[in-house]
């Protein structure tokens, strides 16, 4: 019912910075909010940040405040995750996700993208 196709992951040095963009489609994708997960080797999968399609209500995690800033562009329906100051910690795999409500838990988003990795090195 909605599809979400990542692309941007690559490696880049502490410091720099890095967009991903999620491309979204799908009959219900206009109500739905985006967010961005990520998950390191090892650990559980953490919210990074979310944003209301029609609203543009945005929401993050304290790992990314003033780092991090989720957008979208209505007309080509994609959603991006714009990094910059990367830190180490912050290589992960990156996942798009869509679900009905602004929400920090994952079991909030019922679909998901394939994931794009960043890797950050120091």
């Known amino acids: 019912q909605v599809q979400l196709v990542e692309s941007g992951g690559g490696l880049v040095q502490a410091g720099g910075s890095l967009r991903l963009s999620c491309a979204a489609s799908g009959r219900t994708f206009s109500s739905y909010v985006l967010g961005w997960f990520r998950q390191a080797p090892g650990k559980e999968r953490e919210f990074v940040a979310a944003i209301t399609w029609s609203g543009g209500s945005t929401r993050y995690a304290d790992s990314g405040k003033g780092r991090f800033t989720i957008s979208r562009d209505n007309a080509k329906n994609t959603v991006y995750l714009q990094m910059n100051s990367l830190k180490f910690e912050d290589t992960a795999v990156y996942y798009c996700?869509?679900?009905?409500?602004?929400?920090?838990?994952?079991?909030?988003?019922?679909?998901w993208g394939q994931g794009a990795q960043v890797t950050v090195s120091s």
């Open positions: 996700a869509a679900g009905p409500r602004m929400a920090w838990s994952q079991n909030e988003y019922r679909y």
